[in-house]
């Protein structure tokens, strides 16, 4: 059986979910209060948010793991996390 590994490094632990439609939500509840540039908040919504995760289910069918890097912060002081996703054999 195959599930999914997802972490936000120093946000959240490597967690293991029965799929990625599990992960998900729990990666973007998160993600989605934390003080992030609008612009930046799109473009991770569209990865991990609501109706938003053909693409890293794309890159999990091709790959087994999808990333981006998460910038808390406002422009002249923040830091960057890694949100990764990799599929996880149980």
Sequence with gaps: MSAVRARITGIMQPTVFPSLDHALPVLWER?????????????????????????????????????????VGELTDWTAHSIAITTHTL
């Design 31 to 71: 993600v989605r209060e934390l003080p992030i540039r609008a612009a930046h908040r799109d473009f991770i919504r569209l990865c991990i948010g609501p109706g938003g995760n053909d693409g890293a289910a794309n890159c999990l069918a091709r790959n087994g793991r999808w990333s981006a890097t998460l910038y």
